[in-house]
């Protein structure tokens, strides 16, 4: 298991890298994906159960159907992929600096493996990150209520950002 | 520092370093915005359950709302880019004239 969680790992790593050098937004949300489903695994290897599926689900079902409506809204006739000479320089410039980040962080600080844990000390009849869920329903209500309405705020927020008569954020030209 | 919380760590820097350094497309930052997020949502559940705090379980759902409400309001800004610009290129923003 701990060798999973290493490969896992060097893909979070991977994907991190991807997006961070500045390929075209397709590859980059390729990359995102890639990121999303590593750290779901990551979450499972660790005990987890429903924070991994709602992960899963946000990043990839949610937010990569926008991202990918909203790539052709940028759309460039030749995308520049991993292979491209700049991009190809700022993913060997990210590669060096996270190796000799671990190389010299790692071995300094790190005295023992994380090891894999989800053992409370009393008995629960479902997993942990189950039972913290229900508990933000239970006890955490009004701070499920700030988290509606700081959705409901972006929903106008977003409304007056693309209406595009003179009065909103979105002004004739 | 376990192998853990380094990776999760240098994928928040990574999400930063390339937000800040070198960007091209205006969706390019907004995706590096995501990845901090997503590695601030991994912190957040590997704290509840590596230390099996199942209350701590509570903060990547809020966080992952919160952080939902931040791209939503970017995509906006997004379209409303692409709509007076014509294009989402960061060096588009500079002119004074659009």
Known sequence: MSYLVCVLLFGL?????GVASNPSPYFAAMGLVMVSGVGCGVLICFGGSFL???FFLIYLGGMMVVFAFSAALSAEPYPYG?????VKMYVAAYVLGVGCAWKVLLGKWSGFWGGILDESGELLVLRGD??????MHDVG?????????????TLFVVLELVRGVSRGGLRTV | MTPI?????TMFLLGLMGLTFHRTHLLSALLCLESMMLSLFLATSLWALQLSTINIATVPMLLL????????SGLALLVATARTHGSDHMQNLNL???
């Open chain 1, 13 to 17: 790593m991977v994907g991190s890298v």
């Open chain 1, 52 to 54: 991994p599926l709602v």
């Open chain 1, 82 to 86: 991993w292979g491209n000479r700049s």
């Open chain 1, 130 to 135: 189950m039972m913290g869920v229900a508990a």
């Open chain 1, 141 to 153: 209500g009004w701070m499920l209520v700030l988290g509606g309405l700081g959705l409901l705020l």
């Open chain 2, 5 to 9: 919380q380094m990776t999760f760590s």
């Open chain 2, 65 to 72: 709302a919160f952080s939902a409400c931040e791209a939503s």
């Open chain 2, 96 to 98: 004074l004239q659009c």
